[in-house]
C-alpha cells in the first residue's frame, strides 16, 4: 500500500505555534521536542514531578518546569514523553482529570494505547508524533539543520484538525525536513518494537557480542576483535545510510562482498528468520507487552540483571580503554540532557 510522506512545505507550523503544549517527561525524546518546539517558536512547559532528576536539566535550558498535573491543566497540548510503563500511571493521575473539550492527547510510541492501556475520552484529539531516531539525535540534527523522520498517527479526530496538528508538531521538532509519514498506532508499535527486538538492539547488540566472543575465544587480541565487530560496524552501516547496501558492497573489497554474499545468510540463517517472525507474533498478539508491564510492576528483576550482564561483558571494558584514546569518538550524548 502506497504511503503518504509530508515534508516542510506540507505542514503549517503556526497552527502548534499557537497551541499551549506540555511535554510531560524530559529524557531522550522530551528534552529533544522540548528544546526544538522552543525554538521553533512553541510556548512549551515541562511537567516533571517533583524531585524528578530530570527538573535541573529542563531548568538549566530555561524551561519552565511544573509538575505534572499542573503542565497538564495548563496546556491544550500534552504529549507525553515518559517511560511506556508508567504512562498509565501518570495519564490516570495527572492527566486525565485535566482534560478539556479540544485538548489534544500526543504520544511518542504507540505502546499505551496500541495495548489498551490508556482509554482517552472522546472530546480530545489523539495524536502520536515517533520519531525514527534515539531523541538524544532527533535533537543533534534539529539543531545541524537535519531532522530525524517521524512517523505520524491519529487515534481520534475530536476537532477534525488531528492530523494537520500532529504534522505541525511533527515540523517544528525537524521530522518533516526528513519526511513525516502517516500511518496508525498499531502499525507504528509493531513495527517499532520489532525493529528494537530484532534489528536495531536486540539483534545488532547480540551479534556484535557473539562475534567479540568468537574472535576472543579463538585466541585474537580484543583490541582487535573490538575493532573489527563494534567500531567499525558504525563505518559500515554510515555506508547503507548514505546509499544503502549496494553502497557499502561498492566500497568494500570484493573478497569482503563474496563473503558477505555467501556467510551472510549462514550467519543469519532461515532458523534466524523464523525466530524472528516468533517475535513479531509475540508482539502483535500482545504477549511481550503483558510480559514487559508485568517484570515492570515486579520492579524489573529480570531488567536489571540482564542488563548489568551487558555492563559486564568484556567487550565494555575493551570499548572504553579505546575510545579513550579517540577524542572524537566519545562524545558527550548531548549537550543538553
Ligand atoms: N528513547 C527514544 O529515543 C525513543 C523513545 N520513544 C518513546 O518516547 C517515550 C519516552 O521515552 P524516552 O525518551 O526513552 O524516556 P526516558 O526514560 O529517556 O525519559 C523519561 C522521562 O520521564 C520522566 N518521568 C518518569 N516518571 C515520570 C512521571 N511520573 N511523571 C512525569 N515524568 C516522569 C523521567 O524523569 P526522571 O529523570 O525523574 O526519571 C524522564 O525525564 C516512550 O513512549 C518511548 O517509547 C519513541 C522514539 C524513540
Ligand atoms: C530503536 C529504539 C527505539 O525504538 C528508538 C530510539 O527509536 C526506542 O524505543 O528507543
Ligand atoms: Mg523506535
Ligand atoms: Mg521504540
Not at 498509565?88 to 482534560?99: F, N, T
Not at 521538532?173 to 509519514?181: K, T
Request: glycine residues 10%; hydrophobic residues 40%; proline residues 4%.
Amino acid at each position: 500500500m502506497a504511503v503518504e510522506i509530508f515534508y516542510d512545505d506540507d505542514a503549517d507550523l503556526s497552527i502548534i505555534q499557537g497551541r499551549k503544549v506540555a511535554v510531560i517527561g524530559y529524557g531522550s525524546q522530551g528534552h529533544a521536542h522540548s528544546l526544538s518546539l522552543r525554538d521553533s517558536g512553541v510556548d512549551v512547559r515541562i511537567g516533571l514531578p517533583e524531585g524528578s532528576k530530570s527538573r535541573a536539566k529542563a531548568e538549566e535550558q530555561g524551561l519552565r518546569v511544573l509538575t505534572p498535573a499542573e503542565a497538564s491543566d495548563e496546556a491544550d497540548l500534552i504529549m507525553i514523553l515518559a517511560p511506556d510503563t508508567k504512562q498509565r500511571a501518570i495519564y490516570e493521575k495527572d492527566i486525565e482529570p485535566h482534560l478539556k473539550d479540544g485538548d489534544a492527547l500526543f504520544f511518542g510510541h504507540g505502546f499505551n494505547i496500541r495495548y489498551d492501556l490508556i482509554k482517552p475520552p472522546a472530546n480530545v484529539d489523539v495524536a502520536m508524533v515517533a520519531p525514527k531516531g534515539p531523541g538524544h539525535l532527533v535533537r543533534r540534527q534539529f539543531v545541524d539543520g537535519k531532522g530525524v523522520p517521524a512517523l505520524i498517527a491519529v487515534e481520534q479526530d475530536a476537532s477534525g484538525n488531528a492530523q494537520a496538528l500532529a504534522l505541525s508538531y511533527a515540523a517544528a521538532i525537524g521530522g518533516a525536513r526528513a519526511g513525516v509519514i502517516k500511518t496508525t498506532f498499531t502499525e507504528e508499535t509493531e513495527t517499532d518494537l520489532f525493529g528494537e527486538q530484532a534489528v536495531l538492539c536486540g539483534g545488532a547488540s547480540a551479534l556484535v557480542q557473539t562475534g567479540f566472543e568468537v574472535l576472543t575465544e579463538a585466541g585474537y587480541a580484543p583490541e582487535i576483535a573490538y575493532f573489527e565487530v563494534l567500531h567499525e560496524l558504525k563505518l559500515i552501516v554510515d555506508l547503507m545510510y548514505e546509499g544503502g547496501i549496494a553502497r557499502q558492497r561498492y566500497s568494500i573489497s570484493d573478497t569482503a562482498e563474496y563473503g558477505d554474499l555467501t556467510r551472510g545468510p549462514r550467519v543469519i540463517s532461515p532458523a534466524v528468520k523464523e525466530e524472528m517472525k516468533k517475535i513479531l507474533g509475540e508482539i502483535q498478539d500482545g504477549t511481550f507487552a503483558r510480559e514487559w508491564v508485568a517484570e515492570d510492576e515486579a520492579g524489573r528483576p529480570n531488567f536489571t540483571k540482564l542488563e548489568e550482564q551487558g555492563n559486564q561483558h568484556p567487550i565494555e571494558e575493551t570499548g572504553k580503554k579505546l575510545r579513550d584514546l579517540m577524542s572524537w569518538v566519545d562524545r558527550p550524548i548531548t549537550e543538553t540532557a
